[in-house]
């Protein structure tokens, strides 16, 4: 369970980030140099249903 940074309100986890007029999402990766390599996946999001704070996270922290 996640709390607002600024309220203290539970938030809705496992929110996804796509990109608008398109079909795919976000990949995050620990080398910008390849296309493919050391992918750590895709970042979720938590949304504040009372103000609306926005937080982006990892599920899987152990491929950082």
Known sequence: MRKCLRCGTEMKENCAIKVEGAGYGIIMSSDENKLFGGRIGKPKVAIC????????????VEKL
Do not use: A, N, Q, R
């Open 49 to 60: 249903p009372k103000c609306g704070e926005v937080s982006i996270y990892v599920e899987d």
